[in-house]
């Protein structure tokens, strides 16, 4: 892993803000954990268990449970609300990303896909969103979603399919928590280095460095600093936007 330059975003943005981040010990979520904690958030990770939490650099604390299961996501903010008192950010971060021909896609992998990336989004922005009237209003909600919301990639039809269905929830949950004073806003992620990419897909990061104008990959901490932006009260006039993230490689012609 590189190392991580030292965050430029003020210190203490999010003083005395929790944080839920699903999926914090995967590659994304855990920099969105590292960025939030440095701007002075108390983050509660969230990891599928069951099991020991993993340790990630910025998680405070930690809440289990797997996002698919029928009352998983209620149960994960409600875990999270119980041991910190109080939710006022939550990043819909958790996903997987499996390659496959929509050929082959059965319903049990459709079911998959879209039960991580738009039902567990939903049911944990409806949960926040109840849980801050009852607070008084306030609080955000941050969707991971992906460019491929807007371009799909081949074997990845499905995957495009819900970040494009997370894109659109992150515009009606705008709309309809707005008056509420629940922000929800989404990031776009593009290609994210991770170890050991360019020996597994060196074509794929060959044609990613070619194509963006900015010329390398994404960082976890990218999409991090560009979380905690819009959980700030510096965003705080942006709801139903959406931030991409991606080195400029959507500025090219798609044909
Ligand atoms: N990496 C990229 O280039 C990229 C680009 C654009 C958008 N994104 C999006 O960014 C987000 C994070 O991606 P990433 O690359 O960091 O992926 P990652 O390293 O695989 O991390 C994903 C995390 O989500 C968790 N998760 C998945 N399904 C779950 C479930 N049913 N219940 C509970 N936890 C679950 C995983 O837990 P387990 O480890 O237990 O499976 C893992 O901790 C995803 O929404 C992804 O679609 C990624």
């Not at 705080?236 to 090219?252: F, I, K, Q, Y």
Request: include cysteine.
């Amino acid at each position: 892993m590189s190392s991580v330059p030292p965050s430029s975003a003020p210190v203490g943005e999010l003083a005395g803000r929790r944080v839920l981040v699903t999926g914090a010990a995967g590659l994304i979520g855990a920099g969105i954990a590292r960025c939030a904690a440095r701007a002075g958030a108390h983050v509660v990770g969230h990891h599928r268990g069951p099991g020991a939490p993993p340790t990630v650099d910025g998680v405070a604390s930690w809440v289990a449970g797997d996002l698919r299961a029928p009352e998983g996501p209620t149960r994960v903010l409600a875990d999270a609300i119980a041991q910190v008192g109080s939710v006022d950010v939550l990043v819909n971060n958790a996903g997987i990303q499996p390659v496959a021909a929509l050929e082959d896609v059965d319903a049990d992998a459709f079911d998959a896909m879209f039960d991580v990336h738009v039902r567990a989004a939903h049911l944990l922005t409806r949960g926040l969103a109840r849980h801050r009237r009852e607070q008084g209003g306030g609080g955000v909600v941050v969707n991971i979603a992906s460019i491929e919301g807007h371009e799909p990639a081949p074997g990845h039809g499905h995957y495009a399919a819900a970040k494009s269905a997370l894109r659109m929830y992150t515009r009606a949950a705008a709309q309809e928590f707005g008056p509420q004073g629940l922000r929800v806003v989404a990031v776009s992620p593009g290609l994210i280095a991770r170890d050991g990419i360019e020996e597994a897909w060196p074509d794929g990061v060959a044609r990613y460095r070619a194509a963006a104008p900015l010329g390398t990959l994404g960082t976890a901490q990218d999409v991090g600093e560009a979380v905690v932006f819009l959980a700030s009260e510096r965003a705080r006039w942006v709801t139903g936007a959406e931030l991409v993230v991606d080195g400029g490689v959507r500025t090219r012609p798609t044909w």
